[in-house]
């Protein structure tokens, strides 16, 4: 353990007894938005991120430790563990590294190899390779052997190359040099399969095309994987450049493997044979192997890359500004089918709903507006929230309109995001808070809530239906899950939860609550009224002094009998408070919250001792200055352009106000009213280098864009935030760097150090 904290320590570039605590705090039990919050002095102040990459990086080690004990076990049990072997093992820094040099030892079924060893082939395997002046011819005629079907000097030379091959292909040395020669010098080769070019017309890009294994963006590993697992794309690891450029050339990795085991052309009997091997121990055994390997890294790598994008998406997401606990009118838009309207009051409780038809092909625009000025005035409606799907910018219309008919109400119209609402409407969750609503309009519920305040509502949704990812569905799920989950995790305590107000869902969220645990909680409130104070909590069924100590100071309590319950002071921390209190001569915590003026007299120094270090006091003074402060942004508005409703509507150069939606690792998808969202790339995004997008922007942001480019055929949008583009609208053919096949030329003869061996193995190949 203390080696793992160690390594862990030098990565995050962190003190290691800061890795040991947290460590201590997790194995305990704690959260991490608990340790973050509540343990500083503990961990020297490590905050939720670097908390997260503990957790997970812990889990990887732990399960590298697990791996080496059962190797070495194994081998042990095998009776071939030498002292340097063992070493190599306890040195491995890597699941590959170890998996290599388990190699020779691992089980496996009965191979070629091992039949010709039984055969008695090895002794003239050894020979031929030992001492090359030796003749195969010769040497295998010595071999032949009735039972176990050696009959020619070729069964006997095929199964000696089947032992040297396997033996070749389990050298972990070798491996290593080969990976480490592949990561910096191979690409990736990219064909269309034949017959599929016009199915897979979406992978165009990548009919032809090759790019350096160790540098391809996230994004296009995904695509390019994609591509293969739809049948559009075959993909082939190409040692390097040379070789896509002359397919003819010898491949270096060749020249490497002769070398490593001192296999030299010097025209002697046995060397065109030992160059044979060579290349079967490439091509039949290790190229594979090593693709294999490399592949997966690199999509171990973009995927790591999509689900770091869409937990960054999806947290800016949730900690969006709330409009505010508002009565709030929810418009799901719609044609035929109609719109469906519902007013939430300020606590998200439905009030009543109604179907309006204003669109083709009922055109009840007239009738439909009265509906709603009706329906407004009675409940004294603030907000109205208009979901961004089909029909939205029609409803939009609809909506200004009213607002003109019924100015006395002082109604705000906002378009939001409807992404979810729909998974939301068929949840069991849904068909729990509103069993008597028909499914149609609890999408509008939703609508409305996440317009008063995003987290609670979207925490009910699965975060992958929320439609901020990069190639979610082509990542690993189990990852995804975890990530998303820590980071739903992190932003509702962060925000805190009303303890009286929150639903199963959002409680679930909470440091330390569990699902039973959440719906304890709810059952509770159900049957003896709402929480008065946070000590209450113990009376749930359940609830334990670990998980009060975890969950406590996120809850909020809102005029209970204890002011400090709706701060995010810890109960914990409650006698330190009413130290300061008596020090200021203040009679209750009331007079305290919020007292800038006594507060700002307050000397930090003075409160810490054994229990409470600086950064706890600190934390503290801060939250009395300002109980229950939010760290969300303030809410602003979109402001969509009148009479831009379609693409046919969009010009070059054309300026108007959009929303990001998603950030990627090319750029930001922009929703700027016409139904397609658009695409500001990387390059596009401002008058200086960018490295990723989400240094600059983040999903939520209202930001102006100018039109550069609309294919109303594939419904893509280009856009810029530079300004007007010279020459925008025109159609160019896309330039790539390296990604045009070109044909075989004639190329000098290798000069590399590996070159005198590859060129006379390509002789004798073709001789062969």
Request: aromatic residues 6%; hydrophobic residues 40%; charged residues 25%.
């Amino acid at each position: 353990m203390l080696q793992i904290n160690q390594q862990i320590a030098n990565e995050l570039k962190v003190a290691v007894k800061q890795i040991d605590a947290a460590v201590n705090l997790l194995n305990e039990g704690s959260t991490v938005p608990f340790i973050a919050r509540y343990r500083k002095e503990v961990t020297g102040a490590l905050d939720d991120a670097q908390l997260r990459d503990i957790e997970q990086r812990l889990g990887y080690l732990r399960e590298l430790e697990d791996r080496r004990g059962a190797i070495l076990k194994s081998i042990e049990e095998q009776e071939k563990l030498t002292p340097e072997l063992a070493k190599s093992i306890k040195s491995a820094e890597t699941k590959s590294e170890l998996e290599d040099l388990y190699l020779p030892y691992k089980p496996k079924r009965r191979t070629k190899a091992q039949i010709a060893k039984e055969a008695g082939l090895e002794p003239l395997a050894l020979a031929l390779w030992q001492d090359p002046s030796l003749d195969p011819e010769v040497e295998s005629a010595k071999y032949h052997n009735e039972e176990h079907k050696i009959l020619t000097n070729k069964d006997a030379l095929d199964g000696a190359k089947q032992i040297l091959m396997e033996q070749f292909a389990e050298n972990a040395e070798l491996i290593k040099n080969l990976r480490d020669y592949l990561w910096s010098n191979a690409y990736l080769k990219a064909s269309v399969m034949p017959g599929k070019e016009k199915e897979g017309i979406k992978f165009s890009d990548y009919f032809e095309h090759h790019e350096a294994i160790r540098s391809i963006p996230s994004h296009r590993t995904l695509a390019l994987l994609r591509g293969r697992n739809e049948t559009i794309l075959s993909l082939q690891m190409v040692s390097n450049l040379a070789l896509i450029k002359d397919e003819s050339a010898t491949d270096p990795c060749l020249g490497t493997i002769a070398e490593h085991f001192d296999i030299r052309d010097q025209k002697r009997p046995a060397d065109a044979w030992l160059q044979q091997v060579v290349l079967w121990t490439w091509k039949i055994k290790l190229h594979l192997y090593l693709e294999t390997e490399l592949m997966s890294k690199i999509r171990e790598q973009a995927e790591a890359e999509a689900i770091r994008i869409f937990a960054k998406n999806l947290s800016d997401l949730l900690m969006a500004a709330p409009a505010g606990a508002k009565v709030t009118m929810g418009i799901d838009p719609g044609l035929r089918t109609g719109c469906k309207a519902v007013i939430v009051d300020e606590t998200g409780k439905l009030l009543a709903h109604s179907t309006i038809f204003p669109h083709a092909p009922q055109k009840q625009w007239d009738q439909s507006l009265r509906k709603l000025q009706t329906m407004c005035e009675m409940h004294k409606v603030e907000l109205i929230s208009i979901g961004n799907g089909t029909a939205s910018r029609e409803t939009d219309k609809l909506v200004a309109e009213l607002l003109k008919l019924s100015p006395e109400l002082k109604m705000q119209k906002i378009m939001v995001s409807e992404a979810g609402a729909s998974v939301y409407s068929a949840s069991a969750l849904a068909s729990q808070e509103f069993p008597d609503l028909d499914v149609s309009y609890r999408g509008s519920v939703s609508i409305a809530r996440r317009l008063q305040d995003p987290l609670p509502e979207l925490v009910k949704i699965d975060p992958k239906s929320i439609g901020v990812g990069q190639y979610q569905h082509d990542v690993s799920q189990s990852q995804l899950a975890r990530s998303l989950d820590g980071v739903v995790e992190d932003c509702v305590n962060a925000v805190g939860v009303d303890l009286n107000m929150a639903s199963v869902p959002l409680l679930t969220r909470v440091s330390g609550l569990s699902k039973t645990l959440a719906q304890n909680i709810v059952n509770w409130r159900n049957q003896n009224g709402r929480f008065d104070s946070r000590r209450q909590l113990l009376e749930v069924e359940r609830m334990g002094p670990k998980t009060y100590e975890q969950a406590a100071g996120f809850l909020r309590i809102t005029n209970g009998a204890n002011a400090l319950d709706a701060s995010a002071v810890h109960p914990e921390s409650y006698p330190l408070v009413e130290k300061i209190m008596q020090d200021l001569a203040l009679k209750d915590f009331a007079q305290l919250l919020g007292n800038n003026d006594k507060l700002k007299a307050v000397n930090a120094d003075n409160y810490i001792d054994e229990q409470y270090g600086l950064h706890t006091v600190n934390d503290i003074l801060k939250e009395l200055d300002k109980p229950g402060r939010d760290p969300r942004p303030e809410f602003k508005m979109v402001r969509y352009k009148d009479g831009v409703e379609t693409l046919n509507d969009l010009k070059p150069n054309m300026e108007l106000e959009g929303v990001i939606t998603n950030v990627t690792a090319f750029g930001a998808f922009v929703d700027i009213g016409v139904h397609q969202d658009g695409l500001v790339h990387l390059s596009n995004m401002a008058n200086q280098f960018i490295k990723d997008p989400a240094d600059y922007v983040k999903a939520g942001d209202i930001v102006r864009v100018w039109v550069i480019d609309v294919d109303i055929q594939r419904k893509r949008i280009g856009l810029s935030m530079t300004g007007p583009q010279a020459g925008a609208g025109k159609t160019e053919a896309p330039t790539r760097n390296h990604q045009t096949r070109q044909k075989p030329k004639n190329t000098k003869r290798q000069s590399s150090p590996q070159g005198a061996f590859a060129n006379a193995l390509a002789d004798a190949l073709k001789k062969n």
